[in-house]
């Protein structure tokens, strides 16, 4: 779904919400002034908002999803940093996420009530993932409470040679740090064009939640990607009930 449209004038960008994500330039609003403030150069600066308008610095960079090798301790430093941005005092002020998992996993139940069969493979993941789905409650264990970009899409991370900033903020919010690692490390961008795995420090209780989170983010491409289209290479779709079933064990 295009949910916005993008116009680069000099140095502003000027982003413009047309449909689709509640709240869309508010979360985006909130996330440059927040990071401005806490993280200064980290993301672009914000100079307008008005309805359905933010208006923000240009920041130059080659999206992560277009390079043959990724700057993995840039970009741990950059998520690191997004993280530990905003105070704790500050954060609990912070709307959670646009889908908290609890809100996913509820939808991705609706979807699968709603599958229609493709394939040996593809309706065992949904029946499985939905069997998952039922029994897990994620609870609290594991969540260290994080300012979360909620958008694990590596076009999204910016590399200019020597850092990584990071754009797009409309879902953006209160979340917890295994959550958004489980969600990049599972987003297409990851992995449609070569495995991009990288390393961030939890402690034990969040590597079992990251594990929990991984398999409702593959999950989730299962649905998202089983109308093919021509954004991504064929079988990609294939790849993602392949991935979602290795989550599932």
Excluded at 88 to 96: A, G, I, K, W
Excluded at 107 to 131: C, H, M, S, T
Excluded at 227 to 237: K, L, S
Aim: aromatic fraction near 8%.
């Amino acid at each position: 779904m295009h949910t916005h449209d993008v116009q680069v004038d000099g140095d502003l960008v000027r982003k413009r919400f047309i449909d689709g994500k509640p709240d869309g330039a508010e979360r985006e609003w909130r996330a440059l002034q927040l990071l401005a403030e806490h993280a200064p150069g980290l993301a672009p600066s914000p100079v307008e908002y008005g309805t359905d308008l933010v208006v923000m610095s240009r920041i130059e960079g080659t999206p992560l999803l277009l390079l043959s090798a990724v700057p993995e301790i840039e970009l741990v430093e950059a998520v690191d940093r997004l993280h530990s941005a905003v105070p704790r005092q500050v954060l609990d002020r912070v709307p959670e996420r646009l889908w908290p998992v609890e809100r996913l996993r509820d939808q991705l139940l609706v979807w699968a009530g709603r599958w229609q069969p493709k394939n040996e493979l593809a309706d065992q993941a949904v029946r499985e993932g939905a069997r998952w789905l039922s029994g897990w409650e994620p609870g609290e264990r594991g969540v260290r409470p994080v300012f979360g970009a909620s958008d694990g899409n590596t076009a999204n991370f910016l590399w200019d040679g020597a850092r990584v900033r990071i754009v797009d903020f409309e879902e953006s919010g209160r979340s917890d740090r295994a959550t958004e690692v489980a969600e990049m490390a599972e987003h297409v961008s990851c992995w449609v064009r070569g495995e991009k795995e990288v390393s961030f420090e939890l402690d034990s209780a969040e590597e079992l939640r990251l594990l929990e989170c991984r398999r409702l983010f593959a999950l989730l491409w299962v649905f998202l990607l089983k109308d093919e289209g021509p954004r991504n290479p064929p079988g990609t779709f294939m790849r993602a009930v392949g991935r979602a079933l290795d989550r599932l064990g």
